[in-house]
């Protein structure tokens, strides 16, 4: 009886330690990085690994996320200051951090949209953007930064700011220009590409806005043996690949 009780506990250990490792990996992504990262999930997965689960959402909320706790393996960040948060707090490796993608903030309008956008000078822009409700994400979410720092830069935020519709991040700001309830939102160029109801109808310079990267790391708390393999592909030469095709920069 002795012996059957060793036999069936080693069995259990076993089937717990299998189950484990066939949990996929958790990945916390930026909603910007919807299309995209799935697709690379798929790759993955096709290449005999399983799928890893993915949560978007804004890089804000998913950081506030790791703070309380959340048993995520990976933190894909659309700017350096919410990975910056969690690294103070020790709640990411350091050593896997790497910054490997690139975007372009953009002004989108409804598909069949005429109206064109002049950046300069600031009187031309701030009359187009203010003719209407413009659609914008939240300044605690990485759009909605670089959004605001742009008009700042490029002297028009005073007078826009009244006309501004908050979003909680970068795909709610998208939504509200595809069933016109703004005529125009700021969104990241991969955003509007990924929809056929909008068309770009302005690029922000460059040089307005802080640059727009795209940080990942393997959070701390992982013990998905799978995780760090997975960051591994995102960051490589073919993983960086995928992203392009959705529009996005390799870095």
Known sequence: M????????????????????????????????????TAAADVWARKGHIKPTISFAASSALARQVESGAPADLFVSADEDWMNELAKKNLIVASTRVTFLGNRLVVAAPAGSKIRIPVRPPAALARVLTAGPLAMADTAVPAGKYGQASLEKLGVWAQVAPRVVRAENV???????ERGAAP???VYA?????SAKVRIASVFPENT??????????LKASTNPDAEAFRRFLVSREGKAIFVRYGFSAR
Do not use: F, M, N, W
Request: charged share 10%; no cysteine.
């Open 2 to 37: 002795r012996y059957l009780i060793v036999v069936t506990a080693v069995t259990t250990s076993i089937a717990a330690s299998g189950a484990q490792a066939q949990r996929p990996p958790l990945v916390l992504a930026a909603a910007s990085l919807q299309e995209s990262l």
């Open 171 to 177: 795909r709610a700001t998208l939504a509200l220009v």
């Open 190 to 194: 991969t955003d509007a590409k990924a």
């Open 209 to 218: 806005h802080p640059a727009i990267t795209y940080p990942v790391a393997r």
């Open 184 to 186: 125009l939102g700021i």
